[in-house]
């Protein structure tokens, strides 16, 4: 029996590297989690039925086949599209009302014709809009107002890029609808994680977020000193004729994550919320009841489309989560004794693999990093809290620098960065994020392993 689950260990090595290699190509990852999922089903049966799989003792080919295909989408889609979907609205009103601009405004008049204090504040505003809005369209909403005005302080181009994306990054880590979704992959690999909710995470995320948005600030400027100035955009496209919206309204940005944090109500319902708050304070409820329902059916379907290239992928995602389950046996006995089994040593180890969560790689959550979790979590008994921020560090930090997200690669086409000089910055950055905050977990978390 060992000697079948150290050969389908192996296969399933080699199938886990093939997948790493298709996400580094670029290669259409709804496609690629599709076929790893045929693939380990069709191994785990296929061992199963030459020696018994403990996971898959006393269930049929139809019961695992359905746990998969079937489950795996539905249980993913019931915790976290909705909550995707509800965040995407809720940034078209963010966008729709005016409201991001208008506070990309205020920071351009408080930062005058200062290049890195206009940045340093454009980018701390970008950060703060992204710990709720989600999606590619927020993304580039936003970009097409921040990129010019970057690029017309004389900002060179590359740093300009690297400073917004890295901003996102930052908020990404305290983002709520990003949460909800690793949540869902730490509850399949163990359904003892389910009960981890924000409210015990929100401390490093904020944590996170700051030293994320520092260390892009830092990198941004010593860039900055390496460069000259290039005045290549002659000007702001924002007009002098817009309209700001009312000061009240601007809280409306965090008030999904106060809702959530400060009086535990639903997300759905912080997203609903806020959103109307939005709407009702810069007078967007007006025309008649015909006139604003079709008004919301829009920012819906607009939020819908700015997100629907990331559902199929998550979908498909959610199919290798619970196929991750089912092999999980043989890679234990693989690499059963190489996990580390020290807090410190397992921070080390991240914080020095941290690059690995670049081009959808085996430390990154929503690549192949799912396989990993279930290996990590069925060979060993870290504490979500400990574990959940560590493999939130590999996979936001990485990803949301990375050349393979997709607005990145939109950016690289709007400001005709090279992606090299993209790339000089953000991956020491994703590496020094990493190491910071690994440090971070085992300070805060270290003691409970």
């Given at each position: 029996?060992?000697?079948?689950?150290?050969?389908?260990?192996?296969?399933l090595?080699?199938?886990?590297?093939?997948?790493v290699?298709?996400?580094v190509?670029?290669?259409?990852?709804?496609?690629?989690?599709?076929?790893?999922?045929?693939?380990?089903?069709?191994?785990?049966?296929?061992?199963?039925?030459?020696?018994?799989?403990?996971?898959i003792?006393g269930?049929?080919?139809?019961?695992?086949?359905?746990?998969?295909?079937q489950?795996?989408?539905?249980?993913?889609?019931?915790?976290?599209?909705?909550?995707i979907?509800?965040g995407?609205?809720?940034?078209?009103i963010l966008?729709?009302?005016?409201i991001?601009?208008?506070?990309?405004?205020?920071?351009?008049?408080?930062?005058?014709?200062?290049?890195?204090i206009?940045?340093?504040?454009?980018?701390?505003?970008?950060?703060?809009?992204?710990t709720s809005?989600?999606?590619?369209g927020?993304?580039?909403s936003?970009?097409v107002?921040?990129?010019?005005?970057?690029?017309?302080?004389?900002?060179?181009?590359?740093?300009?890029?690297?400073?917004?994306?890295g901003?996102?990054?930052?908020?990404?880590?305290?983002?709520?609808?990003?949460?909800?979704?690793?949540?869902?992959?730490?509850?399949?690999?163990?359904?003892?994680?389910?009960?981890?909710?924000?409210?015990?995470?929100?401390?490093?995320?904020?944590i996170?977020?700051?030293?994320?948005?520092?260390?892009?600030?830092?990198?941004?400027n010593?860039?900055?000193?390496?460069?000259k100035a290039?005045?290549s955009?002659?000007?702001?496209?924002?007009?002098?004729?817009?309209?700001?919206?009312?000061a009240?309204?601007w809280?409306?940005?965090?008030?999904?994550v106060?809702?959530?944090?400060?009086?535990?109500?639903?997300?759905?319902?912080?997203?609903?919320?806020?959103?109307?708050?939005?709407l009702?304070?810069?007078?967007?409820?007006?025309?008649?009841f015909t006139k604003?329902?079709?008004?919301l059916?829009?920012q819906?379907?607009d939020?819908?489309?700015?997100?629907?290239?990331?559902?199929?992928?998550?979908?498909?995602?959610?199919?290798?989560?619970?196929?991750?389950?089912?092999?999980?046996?043989?890679?234990?006995?693989?690499l059963g004794?190489?996990?580390?089994?020290?807090?410190?040593?397992?921070?080390?180890v991240?914080?020095?693999?941290t690059?690995?969560?670049?081009?959808?790689?085996?430390?990154?959550l929503?690549?192949?990093?799912?396989?990993?979790?279930?290996?990590?979590?069925?060979?060993?008994?870290w504490?979500v809290?400990?574990?959940?921020?560590?493999?939130?560090?590999?996979?936001?930090?990485?990803?949301?620098?990375?050349?393979?997200?997709s607005?990145?690669?939109?950016?690289?086409g709007?400001t005709k960065?090279?992606?090299?000089?993209?790339?000089k910055?953000?991956?020491?950055?994703?590496?020094?994020?990493g190491?910071?905050?690994?440090?971070?977990?085992?300070?805060?978390?270290g003691?409970?392993?």
């Open positions: 029996m060992n000697t079948i689950n150290i050969i389908l260990g192996v296969i090595i080699l199938t886990f590297f093939g997948m290699w298709y996400c190509k670029g290669y259409n990852l709804m496609v690629g989690f599709f076929i790893m999922s045929v693939l380990w089903v069709a191994i785990a049966l296929i061992g199963n039925a030459i020696s018994p799989n403990p996971a003792v269930k049929s080919t139809i019961d695992v086949l359905t746990n998969v295909f489950t795996g989408p539905e249980n993913y889609g019931k915790a976290i599209l909705v909550n979907f509800f995407a609205f809720f940034g078209r966008i729709d009302t005016g991001a601009a208008t506070l990309i405004r205020k920071v351009v008049e408080l930062g005058g014709d200062k290049p890195r206009t940045m340093a504040l454009l980018c701390t505003v970008t950060a703060v809009i992204f809005m989600t999606g590619i927020p993304v580039i936003i970009a107002i921040i990129l010019p005005i970057m690029l017309s302080l004389g900002i060179p181009s590359p740093i300009a890029m690297f400073a917004f994306i901003s996102i990054m930052a908020g990404i880590f305290a983002n709520i609808v990003n949460f909800k979704q690793y949540q869902a992959i730490f509850a399949t690999a163990n359904k003892d994680y389910a009960s981890y909710d924000y409210n015990q995470y929100f401390g490093f995320g904020v996170a977020a700051v030293v994320a948005l520092v260390v892009v600030l830092i990198v941004a010593i860039s900055m000193n390496k460069k290039s005045h955009w002659a000007a702001s496209p924002d007009s002098g004729s817009a309209t700001n919206a009312p009240i309204s809280i409306s940005v965090i008030l999904p106060i809702g959530v944090v400060a009086f535990k109500i639903p997300i759905i319902f912080g997203f609903i919320f806020a959103g109307l708050f939005a009702v304070t810069c007078g967007k409820l007006k025309g008649g604003v329902c079709g008004m059916a829009k819906f379907a939020g819908a489309i700015d997100v629907a290239p990331m559902v199929g992928f998550l979908l498909a995602l959610a199919m290798f989560n619970n196929t991750a389950t089912f092999v999980a046996p043989y890679f234990k006995t693989l004794g190489v996990i580390p089994q020290s807090a410190l040593v397992l921070c080390i991240f914080a020095l693999l690059p690995l969560g670049f081009f959808r790689g085996p430390m990154n929503v690549g192949s990093g799912a396989a990993l979790l279930a290996v990590v979590v069925s060979v060993t008994a504490p809290q400990f574990l959940f921020p560590l493999f939130a560090i590999t996979t936001i930090a990485p990803q949301h620098l990375d050349i393979t997200q607005w990145v690669a939109w950016g690289f709007y960065v090279k992606t090299k000089d993209y790339m910055m953000s991956i020491p950055t994703g590496w020094i994020v190491i910071i905050l690994c440090i971070v977990v085992y300070i805060k978390y003691n409970l392993v």
